[in-house]
């Protein structure tokens, strides 16, 4: 997390600025466990949408505006920081949870990095991420917390006295954030296109949960399958910044392993726009997470003017709107701004 310090230095803190990035998840590795771990998994930082932060100390505790995962975040900071005066928290800049890029991580970690701060306590990404709950399945969104850029995580122990011993989902898992094995600099010469469904059906908490009860463990021959794509497709198109290579990837890993289960959960407007984009010429495309958001990843250089209307009478077919938006890799983590009292 970079720390960028306001104004001149004194003892009072008045107020802290913390802006956290979104980020894609783009699959999960092991959901199968014969070799004594699970989990792991890729995905990278965004540019934007972003979660900015301001808190300040108050008589009184105050959210502008209320939400009830913010109030969350706030009351556990609290408890675990042992933080006990009011503080005035807003929220300048904001994106919906469970669209599939990382709300409800880079929201706990914002706010706990704040109190923890408040609370003149300097703390690491890792460990706060313990304290707040996060990582307990993907290590991404603490990964992109921390540094930014193009990551990819071990996972978890599992087994009997292992980190793991079961299949869950974050929100219900108490592990650990796993390690981070892998980083890179997302190109600067590619842009990310998010297509973002507005659809009622999501997949979170007990419905995601329920997923990881019902299909785990999945096949260990499509385990070894994903392996051999992130190891040799995934990581290398990366270095080498070859889109043909990591398109080829993504659409094998659509259709096996957990992400196939993911894909097959979707409203039927998610594959049709995972088909257009393909059909339109972008061979790196996914669904992030549990959906319903599908990005697709391409040179700068691309119009993709017409897809926007392609895309837009999908959504006018199916009655729902889309948000649509281009944005980029970011290869630094969240900033810290902290104002120091006049």
């Given amino acids: 997390m970079n720390r960028q310090i306001f104004a001149s230095e004194c003892s009072t803190i008045a107020k802290i600025r913390v802006e956290a990035h979104s980020r894609l998840h783009m699959t999960l590795i092991d959901l199968n466990g014969n070799l004594g771990r699970v989990d792991g998994g890729f995905g990278m ?64 970690l914002a706010v706990g990095s704040a109190i923890s701060r408040l609370k003149g306590i300097d703390i690491s990404s890792r460990d706060l991420a313990c304290i707040m709950r996060r990582g307990g399945t993907s290590g991404i969104g603490v990964g992109t917390f921390e540094t930014g850029g193009f990551l990819v995580d071990a996972g978890h122990s599992f087994g009997r006295n292992k980190v793991k011993s079961d299949f869950s989902s974050s929100t219900y898992s108490r592990a650990p954030p796993p390690p981070v094995i892998f980083r890179c600099e997302f190109p600067e010469d590619w842009k990310v296109f998010l297509v973002i469904p507005d659809v009622t059906k999501r997949l ?107 895309l837009e009478n999908i959504g006018r077919k199916h009655s729902l709107k889309y948000q649509i938006l281009e944005t980029e890799g970011y290869n630094n983590g969240a900033s810290l701004g902290i104002v120091e009292k006049d």
């Fill in 45 to 108: 930082a965004l540019k934007k949408p972003v979660l900015a932060l301001q808190i300040e100390e108050n008589n009184k505790t105050s959210l502008e505006p209320y939400s009830e995962l913010l109030d969350m975040a706030l009351k556990k900071a609290k408890k675990e920081f042992n933080y006990k005066k009011g503080v005035k928290v807003r929220v300048l800049d904001d994106y919906p949870q469970h669209i599939g890029l990382g709300h409800e991580t880079q929201m706990m």
């Fill in 204 to 310: 979170f908490g007990k419905a995601e949960l329920n997923l990881f009860k019902r299909f785990c463990p999945i096949p260990a021959t499509d385990v070894e399958k994903i392996s051999r794509i992130v190891l040799f497709q995934v990581i290398p198109s990366m270095l080498e910044k070859d889109l043909v290579t990591l398109g080829e990837a993504l659409s094998t890993l659509r259709r096996i392993g957990f992400k196939r289960i993911e894909m097959d959960q979707q409203h039927p407007v998610v594959k049709e726009t995972v088909e257009a984009i393909e059909k339109s010429g972008i061979k790196a495309v996914g669904l992030s997470s549990m959906g319903p958001t599908v990005f697709a990843i391409c040179s700068k250089r691309r119009d993709t003017s017409e897809l926007v209307s392609s």
